[in-house]
């Protein structure tokens, strides 16, 4: 079954977060995904995660496809005018790729090219409408397209937002399943009380929501997410049994592997594990998990 297949059948999906090589050898990158090859319904391909500067998510799916292997497309605000995204999304249908998600893209000032300009010609609603008009046959000038693509469509959504931009939130999910978005991909879920407070204000039958399990690597990781980084809070349990822990990369694997389960057995549409340079340790969180 496709991605959407299983969206759509209320099936348990597995994608998981590979980010394409900061160079032109994609070996490594095709050997990883080979490790979990069938255990895996798609793989997302991030564009230039957190402002970092590595190959087009656009070329690591294409990669994918040539593999025979499903892929989902990242199409980004951040760095690529109008004419560019509808460039890139035509491209992309024309490639085979089946799933597209759109996102904001972190800003440019926390990545590797600080001094770059941000684009932003279109906003997130903007973009999900551009992709709609596209499968629709017609380009944002209204011209007629010779062959209009098809897509599993997904989007984000952030299970931090508390109080008045809670209720925008859940507005803007309305506004995307209204523009024909599928699918959700949360940021990192670690925090299980807090994001089950989330499901039940925002319903589990409104949305297909793809909460992300990170794989931790150390304590020190643990802590500067916790410290540093907005919209995700992980407990203190969980830093504390990673410093106690003999063998700390397979506490982390063990830490995600049990995270999937809850989450599973929580009645979430599926996960998406993001390994963050560790791709090569995805079986092994398969295997704590028993996927």
Not at 85 to 94: K, Y
Not at 150 to 164: E, L, M, N, P
Not at 178 to 193: C, K, Q
Request: aromatic share 6%; net charge positive.
């Amino acid at each position: 079954m496709t991605l959407q297949e299983k969206i759509a059948a209320r099936k348990f999906v597995v994608l998981g977060e590979f980010e394409p090589p900061k160079g032109a050898d994609f070996s490594p990158f095709i050997k990883n995904v080979n490790l979990a090859r069938g255990r895996v319904d798609a793989f997302v391909v991030p564009e230039m995660a957190n402002a970092v500067l590595k190959a087009s998510s656009l070329g690591g799916c294409a990669f994918l496809e040539r593999e025979g292997i499903e892929a989902v497309f990242q199409v980004c605000c951040r760095d690529r005018n109008r004419l560019a995204l509808q460039a890139d999304i035509l491209s992309a249908g024309a490639l085979g790729i089946k799933n597209i998600m759109a996102v904001l893209g972190v800003d440019i000032s926390y990545g590797d090219h600080p001094h770059a300009r941000s684009v932003n010609d279109l906003n997130l609603i903007e973009l999900l409408d551009t992709i709609s008009r596209l499968q629709n046959g017609k380009d944002l000038s209204g011209i007629e397209l010779r062959h209009s693509p098809r897509f599993c469509v997904g989007s984000t959504v952030d299970i931090s937002a508390t109080g008045g931009l809670l209720d925008i939130e859940l507005e803007n999910i309305e506004k995307k399943v209204a523009l024909g978005v599928e699918y959700f991909i949360t940021n990192p879920v670690f925090d299980l009380h807090r994001f089950q407070q989330f499901i039940k204000r925002l319903g589990k039958e409104k949305a297909a929501v793809i909460p992300t399990v990170l794989l931790l690597k150390s304590a020190g990781m643990a802590r500067y997410i916790d410290r540093n980084v907005k919209g995700i809070s992980i407990p203190s349990e969980i830093i504390r049994r990673i410093q106690k822990a003999p063998d700390k990369p397979r506490e982390c694997t063990q830490i995600a592997g049990e995270t999937i389960t809850y989450l599973k057995e929580l009645g979430m549409a599926g996960v998406l594990i993001s390994t963050v340079g560790w791709e090569d340790r995805l079986p092994q969180i398969l295997n704590a998990a028993k996927l």
